[in-house]
């Protein structure tokens, strides 16, 4: 089906699953659960394909394999809820052990919730030799990492993220580039409340744009992990 926007009835689920997370209040709102929230990520997710394949043609494009689950698996959360009150779809290379190898490789995400959508890209939690080979690669050649990511922050209002060290690493780099390298893990990412974007077919095109805007230090972050 044609991805045509999300819906109030997509964020009205969340803000009530919220208050009434639990098995007869889930089972009673499932088939809204099933059209206005699986089955229009999954219409997002194969609307982003194209523009993906394009960027990457390395990356899963199978939708349910993209699409995060709403069960939590209790057995090893501290929150013994049964569901999350929000979802993703991830824009990555498939990995046969995906749950361990996911955060050792870049890709792209898109969450939703109550209150509105959070996307970026990023290595987000990147083993130690990873992010050493990371930090090299920016201190090899400075001018082309702030050709890469220049304007990212400032022009184009992404949040740099990632765990920070509680002991700042010692370099002699400049300014600009400390908090590109003082952490544990690094991502972009950026907010978009609910608002008439997000109930519109424009936001394909919006979204293409802006993660268009990550790729070259998706590519640069690709570089190291290969």
């Known amino acids: 089906m044609q991805f045509k926007g999300f819906s109030p009835k997509t964020f009205w689920f969340f803000e009530e699953l919220e208050k009434y ?28 394909t ?29 929150d013994k809820t049964p569901y999350k009150n929000h979802m993703w779809v991830m824009f990555q290379r498939p990995f046969i052990k995906q749950s361990e190898e996911w955060a050792n490789f870049p890709g792209y995400y898109m969450e939703i919730g109550k209150e509105g959508i959070n996307f970026g890209m990023g290595l987000f939690a990147g083993k130690k030799k990873l992010m050493d080979l990371y930090r090299d690669r920016i201190t090899y050649d400075l001018n082309a990492f702030l050709k890469i990511t220049k304007g990212l922050r400032e022009k184009h209002n992404f949040i740099l993220g990632g765990e920070e060290y509680k002991r700042p690493l010692k370099n002699d780099l400049p300014e600009y580039f400390q908090p590109w390298v003082q952490r544990k893990g690094i991502y972009l990412t950026k907010n978009i409340p609910v608002s008439d974007i997000l109930f519109s077919a424009d936001f394909i095109s919006f979204m293409e ?7 070259p230090f998706y590519e640069f972050l690709v570089d190291i992990c290969d």
């Open 209 to 215: 744009s802006e993660f268009a805007y990550l790729h």
């Open 50 to 78: 194209p523009s993906f394949f394009q960027l990457d043609p390395q990356m899963e494009f199978n939708p349910n394999k993209m699409i995060s689950r709403i069960y939590r698996d209790i057995r090893f959360s501290p």
């Open 21 to 48: 997370n639990y098995k007869p209040w889930f089972d009673e709102h499932k088939e809204i659960y099933q059209s206005e929230v699986l089955q229009t990520l999954k219409n997002f997710a194969v609307a982003m």
